[in-house]
T-cell receptor, first 115, second 112 residues
Framework: DTAVSQTPKYLVTQMGNDKSIKCEQN?????MYWYKQDSKKFLKIMFS???????INETVPNRFSPKSPDKAHLNLHINSLELGDSAVYFC??????????????FGSGTRLTVV | SQQGEEDPQALSIQEGENATMNCSYK?????LQWYRQNSGRGLVHLIL?????REKHSGRLRVTLDTSKKSSSLLITASRAADTASYFC????????????FGGGTRVLVKP
């Protein structure tokens, strides 16, 4: 029943490791996003895909690589993890009807801790 | 820098009181949205108000938008302990590439 689901919910890993976070939405939305929320609760967009096509790519280190195998899935792979990557990562999806935004649906987040 | 900035950063009220928080933004918008985030959870969409609308209601929530002042407010009436959460405004602006840009949030504590 979950509209936007992310796995894993928690991820603790050592510096230098490579890890992936997966996201799936069953809402039929065309657009999916990755947001990063830091310890001060600021949310910053990282990437956006529309129908498997990358449309937003903010200033994010090359170590972060998104992949959208189909419009219902958006994964995030992170290479060579650093302490500063520790944050909560949120996946979201949205749909514009006739060009009108209707609000985003967020997943419950993946808390990444790099030690 | 943040497109939307909330004020106050934190708010503590008694159950039954009203809670008001404000959001200011910098560029012209298509719409402004309010979200709630409970501790350790994802964001939940509350209300979307379009640039040509001035006021919107949803249950105990009332949102106003003043595009001349580039500001919005969220009012929660008759607050309940379950309203304790962080509330974020987010703007959808053409200048920002139609991506949703969030403010820093207002942390609301409703004491029983």
């Amino acid at each position: 029943d979950t509209a936007v689901s992310q796995t894993p919910k928690y991820l603790v890993t050592q510096m230098g490791n490579d890890k992936s976070i997966k996201c799936e939405q069953n809402l039929g939305h065309d657009t999916m996003y990755w947001y990063k929320q830091d310890s001060k609760k600021f949310l910053k967009i990282m990437f956006s895909y529309n129908n498997k096509e990358l449309i937003i790519n903010e200033t994010v280190p090359n170590r972060f690589s998104p992949k959208s195998p189909d419009k219902a899935h958006l994964n995030l792979h992170i290479n060579s993890l650093e302490l500063g990557d520790s944050a909560v990562y949120f996946c979201a999806s949205s749909q514009r009807d006739r060009g009108i935004e209707r609000g985003y649906t967020f997943g419950s987040g993946t808390r990444l801790t790099v030690v | 820098s943040q497109q939307g900035e909330e004020d106050p950063q934190a708010l503590s009220i008694q159950e039954g009181e009203n809670a008001t928080m404000n959001c200011s933004y910098k560029t012209s918008i298509n719409n402004l949205q309010w979200y709630r985030q409970n501790s350790g959870r994802g964001l939940v969409h509350l209300i979307l108000i379009r640039s040509n609308e001035r006021e919107k209601h949803s249950g105990r929530l009332r949102v106003t938008l003043d595009t001349s002042k580039k500001s919005s407010s969220l009012l929660i009436t008759a607050s309940r302990a379950a309203d304790t959460a962080s509330y974020f405004c987010a703007t959808d602006a053409l200048a920002a590439g139609n991506k949703l840009t969030f403010g820093g949030g207002t942390r609301v504590l409703v004491k029983p």
